[in-house]
């Protein structure tokens, strides 16, 4: 069924030079199991869809508690994640990055938001400051407390919280440094 | 479309979900569970499941799933590591298996423009930012299955097309991370 023709394509992508190449249609999965007559569908089955929405509704109170759970946590961890000799700087990121991935979907989208801020922000430093850590965190805890009802209030947050790692990151801000020593 | 081609479709649809194989390879296990639990209620009954790159690729060979979908970091092999390796899969003749030009749904948390173009450049055929949504994951397993499969073939690469612009879809806006 492979269609194969013969072009060129660089072997390498920084390089100038062309080997050749050859180029293979193979048929889709729906085809290679129901054969040729098969048409993909115009619109998604609305059923289905509803049904996966009931699903994501079944799992999003467990997956609340969980989160409050997890915000809390966090909170306690903040100082020991900071710390030079913290052991708990994986662990902290582990459970921010799950809140990226799954909070948006359990119908939390601003968790989700400060969630990656936070990931990428740690992705990045090598020295943590515990200000970012804590005000990323509480941002959190107030947005699934419902303090935070207001969606331009979440941008503005998380653009403030944008605004404190640019700071920390261009003039090697160490707010909190002196709470951690002392 | 007519009324009847519609239900035709859906009828097809409605088949091949229930015959396809799919691998889940997630590190997070509320992300897995989730998945599972969403690719079950698209009708999907045939989903094995891995926590990381290295067990995935055991699993790979032993399930043939006709689609991988998988997340991107994750230790002590990452999603992208396993789709080098699924791509550079031979027969024992040396020729490319058969199983190697299987689609690869990455499910990802980084949206940045750096690891999609890593991901397309290991051979990834789609890519969703994290969070999903039933909307943006039926759409995309859907497209995964009913596209012609597209492969490039040099002699140190085999797998979709390096050279093509790769689409890191999202349920929300994702500007800021193109930049």
């Not at chain 1, 699934?144 to 261009?170: G, Q, V």
């Not at chain 2, 079950?40 to 790979?60: E, N, P, V, W, Y």
């Not at chain 2, 991988?68 to 020729?95: C, F, H, K, N």
Request: with cysteine; glycine share 6%.
């Amino acid at each position: 069924m492979s269609n194969p023709s013969n072009s060129h394509i660089p072997q390498d992508r920084n390089s100038s030079v062309t080997v050749p190449a050859r180029f293979v249609r193979l048929p889709s999965i729906a085809e290679q199991k129901l054969g040729t007559a098969y048409v993909a569908p115009v619109r998604l089955d609305p059923r289905a869809l509803e049904q996966m929405q009931q699903t994501i509704k079944s799992l999003s109170s467990e997956y609340a508690v969980k989160l409050a759970s997890q915000i809390r946590e966090l909170l306690h961890m903040i100082n020991d994640v900071c710390h030079p000799a913290g052991e708990l700087r994986g662990k902290f990121y582990d459970s921010i990055h799950d809140m990226r991935g799954l909070a948006g979907t359990f119908g939390h989208p601003i968790v989700g938001q400060f969630a990656n801020s936070l990931c990428r922000y740690m992705e990045d430093a090598s020295h943590l400051n515990a200000t970012i850590l804590r005000f990323h965190v509480e941002a959190m805890r107030d947005a699934i407390e419902d303090k935070m009802p207001d969606k331009r209030l979440a941008d503005e947050t998380l653009r403030s919280l944008e605004r404190l790692i640019l700071n920390a990151k261009n003039e090697n801000f160490v707010v909190g440094r002196e709470s951690l020593s002392g | 479309m007519t009324v009847d081609a519609s239900h035709n479709a859906n009828s097809d649809i409605g088949r091949l979900l229930g015959e396809l194989k799919i691998l889940v390879v997630e590190d997070s296990e509320t992300m897995r569970s989730l998945l599972i639990a969403l690719l079950q209620t698209m009708g999907i009954r045939h989903i094995s499941c891995a926590k990381d790159g290295q067990s995935g690729l055991r699993l790979f060979a032993e399930a043939q799933p006709d689609l991988v979908i998988t997340d991107g970091i994750m230790a002590p092999m990452s999603g992208y590591a396993m789709t080098r390796a699924i791509r550079e899969l031979r027969e024992p003749d040396g020729s490319p298996a058969k199983l190697a030009d299987v689609p690869i749904l990455m499910l990802s948390g980084h949206g940045e423009r750096q690891k999609v173009e890593q991901a397309r450049d290991d051979g990834v055929t789609d890519y969703i930012v994290k969070p999903v949504t039933p909307d943006l994951l039926y759409a995309r397993v859907i497209a995964a299955i009913s596209t012609p499969i597209h492969i490039v073939e040099t002699p140190t690469y085999r797998g979709p097309s390096p050279r093509r612009r790769l689409v890191a879809h999202s349920a929300f806006d994702l500007s800021n991370d193109e930049e």
